[in-house]
């Protein structure tokens, strides 16, 4: 892949790509238990998924919207359309995918980044995957990777029954519910004891129709010993309608084993993105939480780390860049909930043109969490006088025997260090774009090489004011 080292190189409307929509089928707007059972109904689901989505939809309309973030006034549910059905079945040839469908991705480059540096892609167009491909070196290893749908319904029904949404119920939140009662798509992970995955499997979701919500459902599954790297990719083109993202993911990781989740996320900001993520490490076991936001108009974004067994680490290392007319509240919880667990959150956050970027941090130390540590680190900059950036960190620490810290800075760019890279012949507003991909360095450095060029270009495009 050639390097781009410049802001020229590198079109932001690939992103806003919009295709005539050619879909198959899609449900009426809105949130009925008749909805549902058409969703249910065109997913063939097996008995106990159709009563599982019936009853999130009862938790649903009994609960309230979240009060204490962004207001999500201008996202009417009765407006979104919660399942549209592209016009292909899914692939396992990238030839065989539908003209323009397979040309979004082929500029997205998703196929060029398959053959260069990932293990497995499953792409994901509105509802539904239509492509998923894992290498065959991978797949002799006995590692599992297919979308949600083949392993309800596969030889896997049992093991998807056994995890799906018991990390994340129906009864955590109003949009946990909501996704339990429309989720489609996504992709389903299982890797064997002791198999370490050398190179990464990604998930790529595309969301084409305005108007419209994407659910998929992500559960990874990483047994005792094993190793993986996983990366999910999201866009979508801009839309003068509100557009919905409520996506959920579950991850497993096994004794002694690892697992890192790697994330950018470009939605358009049209997009309210009301994501959850969680996981579950036993004793031994280590996640790391990789993640970038850019885009979306407002995000409640916040991954669970819960320490389950002795020796249990997690580390989530995270950036949000919030641009005009956005307000992106993200951050991380922790549960310690065993001894000698560790963890340690390191966060950038960054705001301009009157962009809102707030950072919360949970950390929780149970009481048998003893002799625990935890850190947290996050560091705020502002462009300008009409940005905004909180830090909202809360502790619960239940036992003496634990070293937590917590440490938060908020600042301007300094007007020295702009003045000395231009002395050295360097444009003010590159020499911006510098400091900002410096200060953003700890999560591209977290990256693939390819990902990671590609969110410092994010970058300097947002500095450029080019996205959205």
């Not at 389903?188 to 919500?213: E, H, M, T, W």
């Not at 002694?256 to 900001?269: C, D, G, M, Q, V």
């Not at 409640?300 to 002795?310: A, D």
Request: net charge negative; proline share 4%; glycine share 8%.
């Amino acid at each position: 892949m050639k390097e781009k080292t410049q802001v020229a190189d590198v079109n932001r409307s690939i992103y806003d790509i919009k295709n005539e929509e050619k879909d198959v089928y899609r449900v009426k707007e809105g949130l009925t238990p008749e909805i549902v059972e058409q969703i249910s109904w065109e997913k063939k689901d097996p008995d106990w998924m159709r009563e599982f989505r019936l009853k999130a939809l009862e938790i649903y309309h009994k609960m309230r919207i979240p009060e204490w973030g962004p207001s999500i006034d201008g996202l009417d549910m009765e407006q979104i359309v919660t399942y549209v059905r592209p016009n292909t079945k899914m692939q396992a040839k990238w030839s065989d995918v539908p003209e323009d469908i397979k040309r979004t991705f082929d500029l997205l480059g998703i196929p060029q980044a398959e053959k260069e540096s990932l293990a497995g892609v499953g792409a994901q167009y509105d509802s539904e995957l239509v492509y998923h491909n894992v290498r065959a070196e991978v797949a002799a290893q006995g590692v599992i990777y297919t979308d949600m749908e083949s392993a309800l319904h596969g030889e896997y029904a049992d093991m998807v029954k056994r995890h799906f949404m018991k990390l994340v119920t129906p009864g955590d939140h109003k949009f946990a519910a909501l996704h339990g009662a429309v989720w489609s798509g996504g992709s389903f992970v299982y890797v064997p004891p002791g198999v370490k995955v050398d190179i990464p499997l990604q998930s790529y979701f595309r969301l084409n129709a305005p108007g419209a919500g994407q659910f998929e459902h992500t559960l990874i599954i990483v047994d005792e010993g094993a190793d993986l790297h996983f990366i999910e990719g999201c866009s979508a083109p801009k839309y003068n309608v509100a557009n919905l993202h409520a996506g959920c993911v579950e991850l497993f990781v096994g004794k002694n084993a690892r697992l890192r989740y790697s994330t950018i996320e470009n939605w358009s900001k049209n997009m309210y993105n009301l994501n959850t993520k969680r996981a579950k490490v036993e004793a031994g076991g280590r996640i790391e939480w990789v993640s970038g936001s850019f885009g979306s108009h407002v995000s409640y974004l916040y991954p669970m780390s819960i320490l389950n067994g002795n020796g249990a680490r997690a580390e989530f290392t995270g950036v949000t860049f919030a641009g005009k007319g956005q307000n992106l509240d993200t951050g991380a919880k922790i549960v310690h909930a065993a001894p000698n667990t560790s963890s340690y959150m390191n966060t950038r956050s960054i705001s301009k043109d009157g962009g809102v970027s707030t950072f919360r941090s949970s950390v929780t130390v149970l009481p048998k969490a003893k002799h625990s540590k935890s850190a947290v680190s996050c560091q705020s900059l502002m462009l300008d006088r009409v940005s905004r950036s909180d830090t909202i960190p809360a502790m619960d620490i239940r036992t003496r025997d634990a070293d937590i810290g917590h440490e938060a800075k908020i600042g301007r760019i300094s007007d020295e260090a702009v003045f000395y890279l231009m002395s050295r012949g360097i444009p003010e507003d590159e020499a911006r774009a510098m400091i900002v991909s410096g200060f953003a360095d700890n999560v591209s450095k977290e990256l693939p090489v390819e990902y990671a060029v590609e969110m410092n270009n994010l970058i300097r495009l947002e500095m450029k004011g080019s996205i959205g």
